[in-house]
């Protein structure tokens, strides 16, 4: 048994921490966290957007919610059926079990361990690290190809780096906020785009000779932003998913009949566990080796205990990439 403080979603724009007392059944782990982040969907709840129930969630996504699922950590107990952890333990999680804690419980398939020479930081966001490393490293880029991702979040940041490592020629990231697009610059996009100021279509099409982005990957997970996408993409190009869009969007897809796009889904919720526990290594290899900058990427730290200022703070400002909260 241990205690711990843990966040309740109590209603849209109210959370707080909560006593809890979490018991380690026969296949589970309880872990200390480290280091603790604030997803995108994260917002969304505390929005008050609950997506439909997925496979994801053990719980049913409405109010209230014990909320996060972006954390790593320490084993201190393990089941007694479980062999695959021991105390002592470093791990990275890899699902919803009410994250935003001193400490989590998690099933054995919902942990894998840290990548030895990974620092705990990054360890600790190893979830929406190797999400995003998945994508730039399954999005089809071939050397010197002409690469636009739609969105300069933290998977957007981190998707345009590696695209631009495995052989890039430019790099576009398109976003609506400066700070970010400052961001993408400095961690190596050849061409930030604000598209708020310009046209992103006519933008690409002139840098591209009118030909368009030979790969559009879509991480901004807006309805506005796929159809950009879809007009960005060159003929016979390759559209790759990767945003949780979680609302019915109406989408202008004539182009992906008349120019035979390609597409191809990098959203990893699809993956099965087995499958993850092999892609995790690889999509995290590149980050254990320095190639790709996380850290920059960790723009505002909290307490957990501030988790109501946190959250406040993520929702007044949209520029903030990745909000991370310490025990
Ligand atoms: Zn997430």
Redesign the pocket.
């Given at each position: 048994m241990q205690a711990t403080q843990a966040a309740l979603l109590t209603a849209p724009h109210n959370i707080g921490l909560v006593e809890r007392q979490l018991e380690c059944g026969d296949d589970e782990v309880i872990v200390k966290n480290h280091l603790m982040g604030i997803?995108?969907?994260?917002k969304s709840f505390y929005r008050g957007q609950l997506p439909p129930k997925t496979a994801e969630f053990r719980q049913e996504p409405k109010f209230p919610f014990y909320l996060g699922?972006?954390s790593g950590g320490e084993v201190v107990e393990t089941g007694r059926k479980v062999r695959e952890f021991k105390p002592g333990d470093k791990v990275m999680a890899f699902g919803w079990n009410n994250n935003f804690a001193a400490y989590f419980k998690a099933k054995v398939f919902e942990l894998e361990p840290v990548p030895e020479g990974l620092d705990m930081d990054i360890a600790s966001l190893g979830?929406?690290v190797a999400c995003a490393m998945f994508s730039g490293l399954n999005c089809g880029v071939q050397l010197g190809d002409t690469v636009a991702v739609m969105g300069g979040g933290f998977a957007g940041q981190i998707i345009a780096q590696c695209a631009k490592k495995k052989g890039a020629a430019r790099v576009i990231v398109i976003d609506v906020l400066d700070g970010k697009l400052q961001l993408a610059r400095k961690l190596g996009a050849d061409t930030a785009i604000n598209a708020a100021a310009v046209d992103p279509v006519a933008a690409v099409r002139e840098l591209t000779g009118g030909i368009g982005a030979d790969v559009v990957v879509e991480a901004a997970g807006s309805e506005q932003s796929i159809n950009t996408a879809t007009a960005i993409v060159k003929h016979n190009g390759i559209f790759v998913w990767y945003s949780w869009i979680t609302r019915p969007v109406t989408l202008d897809i004539s182009r992906w009949h008349d120019d035979g796009i390609e597409f191809r889904n990098t959203c990893l919720v699809h993956h099965t566990y087995k499958e993850r526990q092999v892609w995790t290594p690889q999509a995290l290899r590149p980050v254990v080796r320095g190639l790709i900058d996380v850290k920059s990427l960790i723009t505002d730290e909290f307490s957990l205990a501030d988790i109501d200022k946190a959250f406040a703070f993520v929702d007044q400002d949209d520029a903030a990439v990745k909000v991370v909260l310490r025990p």
């Amino acid at each position: 048994m241990q205690a711990t403080q843990a966040a309740l979603l109590t209603a849209p724009h109210n959370i707080g921490l909560v006593e809890r007392q979490l018991e380690c059944g026969d296949d589970e782990v309880i872990v200390k966290n480290h280091l603790m982040g604030i997803c995108g969907s994260d917002k969304s709840f505390y929005r008050g957007q609950l997506p439909p129930k997925t496979a994801e969630f053990r719980q049913e996504p409405k109010f209230p919610f014990y909320l996060g699922h972006e954390s790593g950590g320490e084993v201190v107990e393990t089941g007694r059926k479980v062999r695959e952890f021991k105390p002592g333990d470093k791990v990275m999680a890899f699902g919803w079990n009410n994250n935003f804690a001193a400490y989590f419980k998690a099933k054995v398939f919902e942990l894998e361990p840290v990548p030895e020479g990974l620092d705990m930081d990054i360890a600790s966001l190893g979830e929406p690290v190797a999400c995003a490393m998945f994508s730039g490293l399954n999005c089809g880029v071939q050397l010197g190809d002409t690469v636009a991702v739609m969105g300069g979040g933290f998977a957007g940041q981190i998707i345009a780096q590696c695209a631009k490592k495995k052989g890039a020629a430019r790099v576009i990231v398109i976003d609506v906020l400066d700070g970010k697009l400052q961001l993408a610059r400095k961690l190596g996009a050849d061409t930030a785009i604000n598209a708020a100021a310009v046209d992103p279509v006519a933008a690409v099409r002139e840098l591209t000779g009118g030909i368009g982005a030979d790969v559009v990957v879509e991480a901004a997970g807006s309805e506005q932003s796929i159809n950009t996408a879809t007009a960005i993409v060159k003929h016979n190009g390759i559209f790759v998913w990767y945003s949780w869009i979680t609302r019915p969007v109406t989408l202008d897809i004539s182009r992906w009949h008349d120019d035979g796009i390609e597409f191809r889904n990098t959203c990893l919720v699809h993956h099965t566990y087995k499958e993850r526990q092999v892609w995790t290594p690889q999509a995290l290899r590149p980050v254990v080796r320095g190639l790709i900058d996380v850290k920059s990427l960790i723009t505002d730290e909290f307490s957990l205990a501030d988790i109501d200022k946190a959250f406040a703070f993520v929702d007044q400002d949209d520029a903030a990439v990745k909000v991370v909260l310490r025990p």
